[in-house]
């Protein structure tokens, strides 16, 4: 999986908003994200995420027409991943990680996936991949 881009709810968001601060951003990176072809996906973990932040920025029915296009694998997080998330969060008491980035951040790891499509400053702050995007 070393090609694959991990997508963050933050890159999602920024290229579902034509408002959002990073939209223009979101749009360069996707489209390089299609044209270099990685393979890319979210996290079950991400996916309601996603969810739940497009439904309080933007909506339920932007939130609804998302979740039913399906465009996004979704790569189904092992449990083993969950626990080392856990520990990274409990370990690190000086960073503000949700479980959710931290779940990401151990996905990452062990899978062997280089590169995150993201606008969250925690991606920045794990500093253990390449972050395409912007610290938000």
Known sequence: MR??????????LALMDANDQDHAAAAEIASRIVEERRPSFVTNYVDAETHALLVAKLGRSVARAWLASAGLPVLWVD??????AKEMVLR????????CDAIS?????????RVAFSFDHHFFQYGRCEVWGAAG
Do not use: C, H, N, Q
């Not at 090609?3 to 999602?12: E, F, N, P, Q």
């Not at 449990?79 to 080392?84: G, H, K, N």
């Not at 690190?92 to 479980?99: A, E, F, I, N, R």
């Open 3 to 12: 090609r694959a881009v991990l997508w963050d709810s933050s890159a999602i």
């Open 79 to 84: 449990p083993s991943e969950v626990a080392r």
């Open 92 to 99: 690190y008491d000086d960073k503000d990680w949700s479980l």
């Open 105 to 113: 951040f151990s996905v990452m790891a062990t899978r062997g996936v």
